[in-house]
T-cell receptor, first 114, second 113 residues
Framework: DQQVKQNSPSLSVQEGRISILNCDYTNSMFDYFLWYKKYPAEGPTFLISISSIKDKNEDGRFTVFLNKSAKHLSLHIVPSQPGDSAVYFCAASDSGGSNYKLTFGKGTLLTVNP | DAGVTQSPTHLIKTRGQQVTLRCSPKSGHDTVSWYQQALGQGPQFIFQYYEEEERQRGNFPDRFSGHQFPNYSSELNVNALLLGDSALYLC????????????FGEGSRLTVL
């Protein structure tokens, strides 16, 4: 039973446009959500996070939106750059993220074309 | 400042054998978590070590065991290897700070034949 779902295995966008990556979750105990980025032959790197008490968090070109009623979150990248091409993982945690135990989705491969 | 380092990077074993993977956490970090990433899947939590004790465990059989040393480094041991254990094994470290933020190593790619 997948508790964190990323239903789009891949996404292709043009440089300068917006990239929107989506994630759904089923576990109501999740109260902290993160996005990780992974390049080939490297470990995942932390990108941005959001607590369930917020509905939006912004960091430079990256914004995460959380819709608790729909159990849905999305990552917006504006403007997209070729260096953003990577696999993006959505992850969720309970306990406010303090236990550092994450449940990951399967990932979405983002390709940003020059 | 060294990040999370793992060894070996690649290894091949046969069914029934045993394997030990090693991890050194990021400098200053005291908590080590291990994740298994099968092909086409997201990382899956195996267990977490803090103060040399297993603090949390995911849904993995007892064939998976671990250890944390006084210098915070850690080992993951898998006994009686199965073909399905073939995966990328990721080590991650943490120390308070941003909730949920883990620092990952590059992983150890295990192939079981």
């Amino acid at each position: 039973d997948q508790q964190v779902k990323q239903n789009s295995p891949s996404l292709s966008v043009q440089e300068g446009r917006i990239s929107i990556l989506n994630c759904d979750y089923t576990n109501s105990m999740f109260d902290y959500f993160l996005w990780y980025k992974k390049y080939p032959a490297e470990g995942p790197t932390f990108l941005i996070s959001i607590s369930s008490i917020k509905d939006k968090n912004e960091d430079g070109r990256f914004t995460v939106f959380l819709n608790k009623s729909a159990k849905h979150l999305s990552l917006h990248i504006v403007p997209s750059q070729p260096g953003d091409s990577a696999v993006y993982f959505c992850a969720a945690s309970d306990s406010g993220g303090s236990n550092y135990k994450l449940t990951f989705g399967k990932g979405t491969l983002l390709t940003v074309n020059p | 400042d060294a990040g999370v380092t793992q060894s070996p990077t690649h290894l091949i074993k046969t069914r029934g054998q045993q394997v030990t993977l090693r991890c050194s956490p990021k400098s200053g970090h005291d908590t080590v978590s291990w994740y298994q990433q099968a092909l086409g899947q997201g990382p899956q939590f195996i267990f977490q070590y803090y103060e040399e004790e297993e603090r949390q465990r995911g849904n993995f059989p007892d064939r998976f065991s671990g250890h944390q040393f006084p210098n915070y480094s850690s080992e993951l041991n898998v006994n009686a290897l199965l073909l399905g254990d073939s995966a990328l094994y990721l080590c991650a470290s943490s120390l308070g700070g941003v909730p949920g933020e883990l620092f990952f190593g590059e992983g150890s790619r295990l192939t079981v034949l």
